[in-house]
């Protein structure tokens, strides 16, 4: 099997998600320089859009291709990095488990994207875990956090952070990262995706996507394959202590006392999950205070963004609805980006604690609402802006977010202001073209307040900076609404680059973004599985 790459079409030629078969099939055998009778199977590894000249955006393609005479084509192409043999990507079990074990079965809390994929690969390899969630099931999960959304009603236990699917459930579902895979964990991802309904595009497209409503369906379908496989789904099972016993796991305790025994603890709780960051803290479980950002959700007319990427090509339905990333580095020496970038979205209250308010960004597959919205979030240490306690990351992300709250009225409307006010420092009294998509709804204000300082000016000076990538990214009538403050973790609880267990608790797993390990849906799912492995392999101590 071999790999050819960057074989370019020009947009004009595509009719649907990519070209016609027949079509990339004749750029494949003209880079290739073969007759038609030598290709035996041709299949779309991987397509990417070249949008950098707007007039004249290509398709860029991946394939995997079954020729006649391999060799002699590695040969003539042996200086070229765009043909060569193409790697195995398929997922390889590690271990499985023993027949006769009398060990506890592993516990694995949390259960996001890694534990998902943390659960799904021990119960493929026979172990059998016991997964507890704090929260509810997806669907009882979405009639709660739709409460907040329309009734102003926050459930602590049930909302955006807290429940199956974890935080990614609510969101534009993205399914990319910038992450090292050299053993190809995320296609295993993608292809248990796709086995739970994930449409196939979701394979090959550069920027996948699902989209929340399909999520749901995914969720529940990935939960009962762990069931038929043996394994134990708790739902509203808060762990309110480990136990440890001259370092070593030894169990769990819930919240109404229930203790479960187990030597192989995966943690997977999640970057909002700060109770159970402060128990592990005073069990003497190792943690550092980590970077993490805090801003705005910032939104524009969709049509504008699509405009300013792709010129007369905007609204092309092969396209859909453009995105963007940005990156500013202010006077001042922050970093002001770009994060989750939401086309054709909404803005959603994302709040789990009483008395805070937290924003966050969601799409429909579709991608087809009136604005786009993406965080602009600047770059924050620990050394520098909340040093000392390890927990005090934590703190500070309370303190804006309760800040934001009173802004906003107490009743957790968000506070919010036009672009152009923002950038002149005056307050907003009525909103302009622009309406925003946060419910419970936003209250206009002056933001310079409701971020420290230095946020503040950094941002400042960030958005007319944006505007010469993005035409109108300074579009006085936007609107910025506040606060962003759950970009990742505020902590990492560290783990042995080996074992990857906790470096002073032997049987605690950490993984994903709670963990400090991974940032979206796809690189937590990825250390679950890498998570999923260690823990099999240190059970069965017996490799495949």
């Given at each position: 099997m071999l790999r050819a790459s960057e074989i370019k079409l020009p947009l004009d030629n595509a009719t649907s998600l990519h070209h016609e078969p027949e079509v990339i099939k004749a750029a494949l055998l003209k880079k290739l320089g073969i007759p038609a009778s030598d290709l035996i199977s041709m299949a779309i590894f991987?397509?990417?859009?070249?949008a950098r000249k707007s007039h004249a955006i290509l398709f860029v393609y991946t394939l995997d291709v079954e020729v006649k005479n391999e060799d002699k084509i590695l040969a003539k192409f042996k200086k070229d990095p765009h043909v060569k043999v193409a790697p195995d990507t398929s997922y390889h079990f590690v271990a499985k488990a023993p027949e006769a074990s009398k060990a506890p079965r592993p516990v694995i809390v949390g259960f996001g994207p890694a534990g998902i994929f943390a659960a799904l690969i021990l119960a493929q390899s026979g172990f059998k875990p016991i997964v507890l969630e704090r929260g509810k099931s997806v669907r009882e999960r979405t009639k709660d956090t739709w409460?907040?959304?329309?009734?102003?009603?926050?459930?602590?236990?049930s909302n955006v952070q807290f429940g199956e699917g974890g935080a990614g459930t609510f969101s534009d579902g993205k399914l990319y990262s910038q992450i090292k895979d050299p053993k190809h964990y995320g296609r295993k991802v993608l292809h248990e995706f796709v086995k739970a309904g994930a449409p196939e595009e979701i394979l090959y497209v550069s920027h996948p996507h699902i989209g929340t409503f399909r999520l749901v369906g995914m969720v529940e379908e990935m939960r009962q394959n762990i069931i038929e496989l043996g394994g134990e789904i708790r739902f509203q099972s808060r762990v309110d202590d480990i136990e440890i016993e001259n370092g070593q796991v030894q169990g769990v305790v819930l919240q109404n006392g229930e203790r479960i025994a187990t030597n192989h603890l995966v943690l997977a709780v999640g970057h909002s999950a700060r109770d159970t960051f402060e128990m592990i803290h005073k069990r003497g479980i190792y943690i550092d205070a980590k970077p993490?950002?805090?801003?705005?959700?910032?939104?524009?007319?969709?049509?504008?963004?699509?405009?300013?990427?792709?010129?007369?090509?905007?609204?092309?339905?092969?396209?859909?609805?453009?995105?963007?990333?940005?990156?500013?580095?202010?006077?001042?020496?922050?970093s002001v980006y770009s994060f989750c970038m939401c086309p054709g979205g909404t803005v959603v209250a994302a709040a789990s604690e009483e008395g805070r308010v937290v924003t966050n960004g969601m799409s429909q597959y579709s991608r087809n609402e009136r604005n786009a919205n993406a965080g602009i979030v600047v770059g924050i240490d620990?050394?520098?802006?909340?040093?000392?306690?390890?927990?005090?990351?934590?703190?500070?992300?309370?303190?804006?977010?309760?800040?934001?709250?009173?802004?906003?009225?107490?009743?957790?409307?968000?506070?919010?202001?036009?672009?152009?006010?923002?950038?002149?420092?005056?307050?907003?009294?009525?909103?302009?073209?622009?309406?925003?998509s946060y419910t419970p709804g936003v209250h206009l204000?002056?933001?310079?307040?409701?971020?420290?300082?230095?946020?503040?000016?950094?941002?400042?000076?960030?958005?007319?900076?944006?505007?010469?990538?993005?035409?109108?990214?300074?579009?006085?009538?936007?609107?910025?609404?506040?606060?962003?403050?759950?970009?990742?973790?505020?902590?990492?609880?560290?783990?042995?680059?080996?074992?990857?267990?906790?470096?002073?608790?032997?049987?605690?797993?950490?993984?994903?973004?709670?963990?400090?390990?991974?940032?979206?849906?796809?690189?937590?799912?990825?250390?679950?599985?890498?998570?999923?492995?260690?823990?099999?392999?240190?059970?069965?101590?017996?490799?495949?």
């Amino acid at each position: 099997m071999l790999r050819a790459s960057e074989i370019k079409l020009p947009l004009d030629n595509a009719t649907s998600l990519h070209h016609e078969p027949e079509v990339i099939k004749a750029a494949l055998l003209k880079k290739l320089g073969i007759p038609a009778s030598d290709l035996i199977s041709m299949a779309i590894f991987k397509r990417g859009v070249d949008a950098r000249k707007s007039h004249a955006i290509l398709f860029v393609y991946t394939l995997d291709v079954e020729v006649k005479n391999e060799d002699k084509i590695l040969a003539k192409f042996k200086k070229d990095p765009h043909v060569k043999v193409a790697p195995d990507t398929s997922y390889h079990f590690v271990a499985k488990a023993p027949e006769a074990s009398k060990a506890p079965r592993p516990v694995i809390v949390g259960f996001g994207p890694a534990g998902i994929f943390a659960a799904l690969i021990l119960a493929q390899s026979g172990f059998k875990p016991i997964v507890l969630e704090r929260g509810k099931s997806v669907r009882e999960r979405t009639k709660d956090t739709w409460a907040l959304w329309r009734k102003n009603v926050l459930n602590p236990e049930s909302n955006v952070q807290f429940g199956e699917g974890g935080a990614g459930t609510f969101s534009d579902g993205k399914l990319y990262s910038q992450i090292k895979d050299p053993k190809h964990y995320g296609r295993k991802v993608l292809h248990e995706f796709v086995k739970a309904g994930a449409p196939e595009e979701i394979l090959y497209v550069s920027h996948p996507h699902i989209g929340t409503f399909r999520l749901v369906g995914m969720v529940e379908e990935m939960r009962q394959n762990i069931i038929e496989l043996g394994g134990e789904i708790r739902f509203q099972s808060r762990v309110d202590d480990i136990e440890i016993e001259n370092g070593q796991v030894q169990g769990v305790v819930l919240q109404n006392g229930e203790r479960i025994a187990t030597n192989h603890l995966v943690l997977a709780v999640g970057h909002s999950a700060r109770d159970t960051f402060e128990m592990i803290h005073k069990r003497g479980i190792y943690i550092d205070a980590k970077p993490f950002s805090i801003g705005f959700r910032i939104e524009h007319p969709q049509s504008l963004i699509d405009h300013a990427r792709f010129g007369p090509n905007a609204q092309h339905p092969v396209l859909g609805a453009a995105d963007y990333k940005l990156v500013h580095h202010a006077k001042n020496g922050r970093s002001v980006y770009s994060f989750c970038m939401c086309p054709g979205g909404t803005v959603v209250a994302a709040a789990s604690e009483e008395g805070r308010v937290v924003t966050n960004g969601m799409s429909q597959y579709s991608r087809n609402e009136r604005n786009a919205n993406a965080g602009i979030v600047v770059g924050i240490d620990p050394e520098k802006d909340y040093p000392g306690d390890p927990l005090a990351g934590m703190e500070f992300q309370r303190k804006w977010e309760a800040r934001a709250f009173e802004l906003g009225g107490k009743n957790y409307q968000a506070p919010g202001q036009l672009i152009g006010d923002f950038i002149n420092g005056k307050p907003s009294t009525e909103f302009g073209t622009v309406q925003p998509s946060y419910t419970p709804g936003v209250h206009l204000t002056d933001l310079s307040t409701a971020l420290p300082e230095y946020a503040i000016t950094a941002i400042r000076e960030a958005l007319p900076a944006f505007a010469k990538q993005i035409k109108g990214f300074d579009l006085p009538d936007g609107v910025l609404t506040g606060v962003e403050t759950r970009t990742s973790s505020p902590i990492r609880i560290k783990r042995d680059d080996e074992t990857l267990q906790s470096i002073n608790t032997k049987g605690l797993y950490p993984t994903g973004e709670g963990a400090g390990y991974a940032g979206g849906i796809l690189s937590a799912a990825v250390d679950g599985i890498k998570i999923a492995e260690a823990v099999a392999l240190n059970i069965s101590n017996v490799r495949i």
